[in-house]
């Protein structure tokens, strides 16, 4: 059986991803060895990509409960097989883009240096 080409990720969902990471201080965006991923310093923050069954995915940090409550909830939600911290969601037209953010915002405040994360403003950071 020959092996399905990745799709390139279609701009819509760039954008989606790109709106929130925009607002985080100093994120890049760059092509990655597939998708696209957005980084702080050296640190991915959060990977879209499409899969060989033509779903695509978001990969992105979580604090350690997070990430085991996600991998028990089942779909949308699925275990990356790499690194004990990485939250995987497909993205699909029943994302719930808001929760999507959130989860982005939570991988930026993981991997971004403290001087950065607090320039946001969050709940935390109202002290």
Avoid at 10 to 32: K, S, Y
Avoid at 38 to 60: K, M, Y
């Amino acid at each position: 059986m020959a092996k399905r080409e990745r799709p390139e990720v279609p701009d819509q969902l760039a954008d989606r991803v790109r709106a929130v990471m925009a607002t985080l201080p100093e994120t890049r965006e760059e092509d990655a060895w597939v998708g696209v991923r957005w980084r702080v310093g050296s640190s991915t923050v959060a990977h879209l990509f499409g899969g060989e069954d033509q779903q695509f995915r978001i990969v992105l940090r979580g604090q350690s409960a997070d990430v085991v409550a996600f991998e028990h909830l089942g779909h949308p939600y699925f275990r990356a097989g790499w690194g004990s911290d990485v939250i995987g969601l497909i993205l699909d037209a029943d994302t719930d883009w808001v929760e999507v953010a959130e989860l982005l915002t939570e991988s930026y405040c993981i991997q971004a240096p403290a001087r950065l994360v607090g320039q946001l403003d969050l709940p935390d950071n109202d002290d």
